[in-house]
């Protein structure tokens, strides 16, 4: 398997990080993990097309997790890409409709692409033939304990303490070749995330918060800090961590030093903090 970060921050807008997207190609697949603001961008930047994706998977919908999504489906439609197949929970088959469907938000787009004479015209030159169908990805709404199955890979999934009752949360287990990842969403303290977590070859965790910037009551619960999914880890016999989700307010050098400092005074694996665009193989 190969993980590119594509997205490594927070609903902040941020020069040095797009929100949540995470790439992970396993046999002939190409599986994006939630699609926030910026990862468009650097799917391309990572030499990438659109129309390579071919599954999209989202934890859940907030909109730093989703909010490039109708420009990764259009972008892939109009380099006549394949149909992406993509996962979420309710209501991302009515969000899909509102994008792309007739009275959809981007209907009058659509129809100007493919109806007008010299579009048609842009669009055969091209090597598109008419009459030029909609885009129309394969969407599939899941639950927690769903099970996501492709050619040589399975993904398994579990509720997550998060924005409920507002939102349904999930996390990810993406299982090939005796390999697993792991992908927390955004997770508070949570018995099924370890459960989901057991043996991964690689963790990928949200940090919202550093040891050092306190919270109380139900926040506290829902953002465990450095140490604690250090200890999750551990619990868990994680081999490889990855902190990721880091906003603004806790990503200097000196503040990066911190959280690792932290993670490895509770887990004895290998820890580090995601940025934009790194790749790795495990």
Known sequence: MRLTILGSGSPEAYARRASSGYLVEVENDKILFDCGGGVFDNLLRVGLRSADITHVVFSHLHSDHMMDYARLIHAAWDEGGHRIKVYGPAPIAEITTGYFGPNGVLSHDLRARTELGPSQKVWQERGGTLPRAWPAPEV?????????????????????????????????????????????????????????????????????????????????????????????????????????????SMDSEEQHAEALDQVAKAYEGAVTIAEDQDSLEF
Not at 186 to 202: F, M, Y
Not at 213 to 221: D, T
Request: charged share 15%.
């Open 140 to 248: 599939t709404e899941i639950t927690p304990g769903h099970m996501i199955t492709g050619n040589g890979w399975q993904i398994q999934s579990c509720a997550v303490p998060h924005a409920q009752p507002y939102l349904t949360c999930m996390a990810f287990a993406l299982s090939s070749g005796g390999k697993k990842f792991v992908y927390s969403g955004d997770s508070g303290s949570s018995q099924e995330l370890e459960t989901l977590a057991d043996r991964a070859d690689l963790l990928l965790h949200w940090c919202y918060r550093l040891n050092s910037q306190p919270a109380e009551g139900e926040m506290a619960a829902l953002t465990p800090t450095p140490s604690q999914i250090g200890a999750l880890a551990q619990r868990c016999g994680v081999r490889r961590l990855i902190l990721t989700h880091f906003r603004p």
